[in-house]
Structures are given as C-alpha cells and as structure tokens.
C-alpha cells in the first residue's frame, strides 16, 4: 500500500519556486505532523525570495491542524489535551535544552534553533520542514499550542513570528502604562505592535509612508499618524516626534522596518535615558553610520530581539483571544492566495500591495 504524500513549495533559486511531492513521514516520539491550514508571508521570506538571505525552504508562520501524533504526545506544551484535528500553532524554532544558552535559561537562543527546520531542503527527511506546504513536521524541541476557539485562522497563522516577537519585545523593554512609544514602520510586526502597545495604556506614534497601512495602525490604536511622504527627511520626523512629547522625545522607539538607515535614524526619536528595541534588522552584512558619543550622552539603552522565549506563543495566543472583538486583526490580513498563487504573494509583498499575504492550503 503506497503512502500518502503532502507537497512542499522549494525555493531553487531566488524568485523561482518549485513544489515537490513527498510521502508523510510517521512523526516520531514526541513529535507530530500538522496538516496547514495557512501560512502567512512574513519579512524573512521576502529578504530569501530577492536573494538578500540565504537560500532555505520558504515559510514559518502558520496554523494547522494536528494529522498524526507520535508516541506520548497527548497534550500540549501548557498540558492541554489535544487530539487528532485541534487547532494548533508552534514556535518556529526549537530549544534543545542541552547547549549553553538553553542550559542558562536562554532558550531564544539556541544554538540548535534549526537544526531540524528551515535551513534543510525538502529532499532532506522529514521533508515537511516549512509552512509553505501542505504539512509540517513539529519536532519534540518545538513549543506547540492550542488555538483558542475564538481565533481565526488566518491571524492564528501570524501568532508564531510576528505577534509573539512584538509581545516579548515589549514585555522586554518594559513598556508602561502612559509611555510614549514610536514604531518605525506599520507592516505585521508595527501594525501588532501599534494593538499591544494601545492595550498597554501606552501612546502610539507610528510611522509609514503607505497611506493605508498608516489607517490599519489608527483602527488598531495608534495616536498620531507620521507619513514619510509628508514628512521626507529624518530632521522633520524627529522635529514632529518632539514635538508630540513636550520637546524630549519618545520613551520607547521600536524599529520593525528592516531598512538599516531606520536603526540609526530612530535613535534620534528618543529622549534621554529612552529605550530602543530593534527587531527588523535581520540582514547581516549592513552597517549604517552612529556616533557613539551620541550614545554615551543621552544614555539610550538599545534592545536588540530575535526570537522569544518559546512559552510566549501561548502568552500571545491568551493576548489576541483576549482582545479579538477589540482590534479589528482580521484586516490586517489583506491578501488571500492559494497555494498555487505562492509566487505572486511573495511578488506582490515585496512590491507592498498588501501588509501581510496569508496562503490559504488547507
């Protein structure tokens, strides 16, 4: 009897995919196949596909549904019981819980974070290892929850990357209630941002220069509105900055961008003794020019992030639930495509036609 098969999206080379069938290996002890139901493109994917980072299987974000269980798998990482057909998310990332960084609590940090995933190709068993498919193959050092009832599927695909890094940043950073925070940027991760930050009793300055993603950050909370278009050179966005804060600056700046220039010009947005949290750079190799002095002067305190500490994804899939008839999320997801349409998604994002592209699979 043969054995069912799943397709994956590969990309071969920057801007061309291909989809290659394979048969679904029997999740292993502690580890389960998920059957998608959407995966979301996010940032990473965009800087893969224009060839900027390096050649992986394509796709992370995602929900799905639980297919098959492997030994002692009976509930999930919070100890839900979960049966074949629960909706599920999971961390897109492992923890090994055996290097040095998980060995000092440090589990964002992995030095085995994809060991399994991502990185391989699809040739390369259990196959299944990214979302831009119809399976994926959790591992046992992944964190895996269920989705609240309330969550639809196409902001549960997003919780994974986008929600749960803002969540964890913030967190991090310590953003208080009456804070003043500026978001450089108002795709997923800004838009996300702009939500929790309002939920936090914060003010929200955010800044864009796409006129529509600027009215999704004041749908979801944000309190002024800055266009790059209108305000075109780094001296009048901080001018505008300072003077929404009584002449000081921003307590908090977060850059989402991923445009370097954004880093050192969003130093400039905070007041002296503010913190900066800096998660859209992830292109290594790209330098942009900072005084130093500069620094050592106002005393900004820089937070760079990548990745959260895994049992976040269940903290942000509480915070959303929570806050669904609040926040109008499900906009926030602009553009349906099917599987087939992957490329055009993937085209299209980068030209910024929509925020955030959701493939329909399941």
Known sequence: MSKKQGTIAFMAEPGKLEY????????????????????????SELHIWKGSMQQTTLGHEVVGTVAELGEGVTTDCAGRPLEVGDRITCTYFQACGKCFHCSHGELLKCENAYQYLWWKTPDQYPHFVGTFATHYYVHPQQYFYKVPDNIPDAVAA???????????????????LNDTIVIQGAGGLGLYGTAMANAMGAKVIIIDGVETRLEQAKKLGADHLINMHEYDTTE???????????????DIAMEVTGVPAAFSEGLNFIRPCGKYLSLGNVTLGTTVPIDPAFLTKSQIVIYPINRYQPWYLDKALKFISATIDKYPY??????????????EALDKSVAREVTRASIVIG
């Open 330 to 343: 499900e906009e926030l997801m602009d553009g349906d495509f099917g599987f087939e349409q992957l490329a």
């Open 20 to 43: 290659r069938q394979y048969d679904l290996p029997t999740p292993g002890k502690g580890a389960l196949m998920m059957k998608i139901l959407r995966s979301n493109v996010c940032g």
């Open 236 to 250: 009048k966005r901080t001018a505008r900055i300072k003077e929404l804060t009584g002449g000081y600056g921003a």
């Open 158 to 176: 997003g919780m994974n990357c986008a929600v749960t890094q803002v969540l964890y940043a913030l967190e991090t950073v310590g953003l208080q």
